[in-house]
């Protein structure tokens, strides 16, 4: 017994401190369903809170922004308006039910909170499963992707940001369709990079890079970026850097993404694998 | 006691609410994340036991770690800057010791002695912490310059925090 004790006297610190390194590892390798943990839920939405109240004092500082960039949008669906009514008038149109016509539906999100300085970035936002949020929908901005939604609480959700060293995605060129995948390397947050995309694919700078929505999340031809630069990397493939069109430091008002036939999709691909 | 006890709840709260308010909205090209939190670490009383360092440090990563959506990480981080800190302690101690009931500070043993152990410790901290979120060696140098970067700062805000708000 007293071995017993002098041993824990000698050796106790160093045991406690690889039992607490033990539970921190096994929290880290325990991260995508760590939503189980009932305090981690609680503790979340109020940081969430918090963050939300200081974002709504700090907002006013971008109000400008934020303005110019729904004006912006506003004219392009004018623009989309018009051409679907000029070309209603010239051809019959039957109306069919709008059910199985419309494939996305798109919830209004605010980003509570949002880091670009880390390399693995993660986006809350103020809508969450009660909002009819889901794991796995695509993050939007105005301007272009952001994210996408990997955890849903009741009332906040938290995306992986585009700028996240886990991230991928299809894309591809707007021009000629050739596609590759998109990550991101840690350095630049206006920069993303493009894979995979072969030797003999025609590329100038300026090329608009878009989804492809082969992954049923995000919808086809969402904006990424442009092309600001690419060179040939190890055999016959393009690195392609795409400068990114939403701004992730100014990132406040986004769309989520509800695919309506997104589980017949994945259905149906199960099905042939 | 009591006093002592209030006094470093008050720290600690005001230590954690300038990380998650102000310290973790810095954004600078990613290179610079100052982690000023473990200064609450580093300000416990040069008596304190091992194991409640230990489980304090473990309180205040996992804190840090719940309000910033990176589970364990910090807690691994803290943990291990606590166990650490005993043995630094004791490679740079005064050649008399150090005085039952003393507080760490640069009014203490001086501005050297105190730099020499916050930058021993928070750069083991932020090693741990950097290398533990990359978790890759495929970006080795440019995480051992945001290491650097971030360890620097981080001195700085500590020795800031520590001019401004701790004289007592």
Redesign the interface.
Same mark, same amino acid.
């Given at each position: 017994m007293r071995n017993l004790l002098n041993f824990l006297k000698k050796f106790g610190n160093i045991l406690l401190f690889v039992l607490l390194e033990a539970i921190a590892v096994y929290l880290m390798a325990s991260r995508p369903n760590y939503h189980n943990i009932k305090l981690s839920k609680a503790l979340n939405a109020t940081s969430a809170f918090v963050h939300e109240k200081v974002n709504r004092a700090t907002d006013y500082f971008s109000l400008v922004d934020i303005n110019e960039q729904l004006l912006k949008e506003n004219r392009e669906l004018r623009n989309a308006m018009q051409r679907i009514y000029s070309n209603s008038e010239i051809s019959t149109f039957s109306v069919t039910d709008s059910i199985y016509r419309q494939q996305y539906i798109y919830i209004l999100a605010r980003a509570v909170n949002n880091s670009v300085n880390k390399q693995k970035n993660y986006i809350t936002l103020n809508k969450g499963i009660l909002n009819g949020v889901r794991e796995n929908m695509a993050v939007i901005g105005p301007d272009g992707i952001v994210g996408i939604i990997i955890e849903a609480g009741s009332n906040y959700s938290i995306a992986m940001s585009a700028l996240n060293l886990d991230f991928r995605l299809s894309a591809r060129l707007s021009k000629n369709g050739y596609f590759g995948s998109l990550t991101w390397d840690g350095k630049d947050i206006n920069c993303l990079n493009l894979n995979e995309i072969p030797h003999h694919v025609n590329l100038a700078t300026g090329d608009t890079v878009e989804t492809t929505g082969y992954s049923a999340v995000f919808p086809e031809g969402i904006m990424v970026g442009t092309v600001s630069e690419f060179e040939v990397s190890g055999g016959d493939f393009y690195t392609v850097k795409v400068k990114l069109s939403t701004q992730f430091k100014k990132l406040n008002n986004v769309y989520l993404v509800v695919n309506l036939n997104k589980e017949e999709q994945q259905e149906l691909e199960s099905d042939i694998r | 006691m009591l006093n002592t006890i209030l006094k470093y709840t008050g720290l600690f709260i005001l230590l954690i609410a300038l990380q998650?308010?102000l310290m973790?909205n810095?954004?600078?090209?990613?290179f610079?994340?100052p982690y000023i939190y473990i200064l609450f670490i580093l300000l416990l009383p040069f008596d304190t036991s091992?194991?409640l360092l230990? *489980?304090l $440090?473990?309180i205040t +990563?996992l804190?840090i770690? *719940?309000? $910033?959506?990176?589970? +364990?990480?910090h807690?691994?981080a803290t943990?291990?800057a606590g166990?650490l800190r005993p043995y630094v302690l004791n490679l740079i101690s005064p050649r008399e010791g150090y005085e039952k009931g003393e507080l760490p500070g640069i009014q203490t043993y001086g501005f050297r002695w105190f730099i020499t152990y916050i930058l021993i410790i928070v750069a083991f901290h932020h090693i741990a912490l950097f290398y533990?979120?990359?978790f890759?060696f495929e970006?080795f140098f440019?995480t051992l310059i945001r290491v650097i970067l971030s360890t620097g700062f981080t001195v700085l805000f500590v020795i800031i925090i520590q001019v401004i708000f701790i004289r007592r």
């Open positions: - | 998650i308010l973790n810095i954004q600078f090209s990613g610079v994340n091992s194991w230990l *489980l $440090s473990f +990563g804190i770690d *719940l309000t $910033s959506g990176t589970l +364990g990480l807690v691994a943990v291990f166990f533990l979120e990359v890759r970006y440019r």
